[in-house]
């Protein structure tokens, strides 16, 4: 990214990175996956359209006099059940990246203690009981806090480190103070 810079320090490993939708869409998407109710949810919604579809079938072809209004009606219910669920991710990154691209670049310093967040009108500490486990992917760090239930997280983009070296010292940063996972 433009104007990315990282370094370490004696405090940490320091991050500066631009707000970028495609880092807070992929962060939401992966806080997602590591919830009870996400997983829930789409498998719901996809039995709906299942179940709307096959009803839509019975008024098609089942009964004695075809019903093609019945049938359309539980067609779009069953797509707009699926289409509804597929939409939260998106809906939630676009919410929050909102927020976050009205506060400009951030800076965070991940260390022994936890990381701090900084960016134009907000300083914020997160110790590591706050967030014990964390997922890579290719371009994140995704810090997660304990609760399955959907509550919290953090994202550090490889992107804010200015050299290769940095993905390593995070990582290392990381794996001892929480928990991959």
């Not at 400009?104 to 706050?130: C, F, K, L, Q, S």
Request: glycine fraction near 10%; aromatic fraction near 8%; hydrophobic fraction near 45%.
């Amino acid at each position: 990214m433009d104007g990315a810079t990282a370094h370490s320090t004696r405090d940490g490993v320091v991050l500066v990175y631009p707000p970028d939708l495609a880092d807070v869409s992929e962060a939401v998407r992966v806080r997602l996956r590591a919830t009870r109710w996400w997983p829930a949810l789409r498998w719901a919604a996809r039995g709906a359209c299942a179940l709307a579809l096959g009803v839509a079938a019975l008024a098609l072809f089942v009964v004695r006099e075809p019903d093609p209004g019945t049938a359309v009606v539980m067609t779009l219910l069953g797509l707009v059940a699926v289409t509804a669920a597929e939409l939260v991710p998106w809906g939630t990154a676009r919410s929050l990246f909102l927020t976050i691209r009205s506060q400009g670049e951030a800076t965070a310093v991940v260390g022994e203690d936890g990381g701090r967040w900084t960016t134009r009108d907000t300083d914020v500490t997160i110790r590591w009981a706050m967030l014990p486990r964390y997922v890579e992917t290719p371009r994140l760090f995704v810090l997660l806090t304990a609760r399955r239930t959907g509550t919290g997280f953090a994202y550090l983009p490889k992107g804010g480190l200015a050299d290769p070296d940095g993905v390593d010292r995070l990582r290392a940063v990381l794996d001892r103070n929480s928990a991959r996972g």
